[in-house]
């Protein structure tokens, strides 16, 4: 007899659209493994405060624009950016031209610089949120899943403290998902157990592209476009 919640071959979690393959890629290889490179994390901050009020497929497809209007996501290099060149951005149709969201990149790039002086890396600061391990859920259903949490309210605070912008609860707790301080895939979906299982034996990683296809291919689930 299976047992109750057993992992069905192939399935995701409901928020993921089969039909969006940048979605699909994004959930089985990034969304929730954990990531200790500054770099990154200015990645997730970056695109979670440009997520705010959108959803996040438009986020992924304009990625590329980002990576490149914010030189590879390098906090050294945005942090020097002048007037002209966040008026430039505002006319670059590969990302999201809002003034408010790009100086707010700009802004939480000179914030994160102080952090890194003050711990040493940004990395090693964000961690101290949840007690240096990522938190295990078991959410059934998308449904359960919070929008916010009391690790990503501190952490939001903190971080407007030290004068970053875009970083709400909401949208913190969204980051704290994508880089992997939380766990937030259902417990059905094949990458919950794969996470939990890596972060056990502190090797996590994404799946590689044949393991994902060979677990997935085969079922077709339909899911809304979740704004995570």
């Known amino acids: 007899m299976a047992r109750r919640n057993e992992t069905k071959p192939g399935q995701r979690c409901s928020w993921v659209n089969l039909d969006d393959t940048l979605l699909v890629e994004y959930h089985d290889r990034e969304w929730g493994v954990p990531a200790h490179s500054d770099r990154k994390h200015f990645e997730g901050l970056v695109l979670s405060g440009a997520q705010a009020g959108l959803n996040w497929s438009l986020v992924l497809k304009k990625r590329?624009?980002?990576?490149?209007?914010?030189?590879?996501?390098?906090?050294?290099?945005?942090?020097?950016?002048?007037?002209?060149?966040?008026?430039?951005?505002?006319?670059?149709?590969?990302?999201?031209?809002?003034?408010?969201?790009i100086e707010g990149a700009v802004r939480n790039a000179r914030a994160l610089l102080k952090v890194q002086e003050e711990f040493g890396d940004f990395d090693s600061y964000c961690w101290r949120f949840v007690d240096g391990r990522p938190k295990l859920n078991r959410w059934k259903t998308t449904r359960e899943i919070p929008v916010n949490s009391p690790e990503s309210e501190t952490?939001?605070?903190?971080?407007?403290?030290?004068?970053?912008?875009?970083?709400?609860?909401?949208?913190?707790?969204?980051?704290?998902?994508?880089?992997?301080?939380?766990?937030?895939?259902?417990?059905?979906?094949f990458r919950h157990g794969q996470i939990s299982k890596?972060?056990?034996?502190?090797?996590?990683?994404?799946?590689s592209a044949k393991e994902s296809h060979r677990c997935c291919d085969k079922t077709v689930f339909l899911g809304s476009n979740k704004q995570i």
Request: glycine share 8%; hydrophobic share 35%; net charge positive.
């Open 198 to 207: 890596a972060n056990r034996e502190e090797k996590v990683g994404p799946v």
């Open 64 to 101: 590329e624009g980002y990576r490149r209007a914010f030189e590879k996501f390098d906090p050294e290099k945005v942090a020097r950016y002048s007037g002209r060149q966040i008026q430039t951005l505002l006319a670059d149709a590969d990302i999201i031209r809002n003034r408010m969201k």
């Open 155 to 189: 952490f939001s605070k903190d971080l407007k403290r030290r004068g970053f912008s875009f970083v709400g609860p909401t949208v913190i707790y969204a980051y704290m998902q994508a880089i992997g301080m939380v766990n937030d895939h259902i417990i059905g979906c």
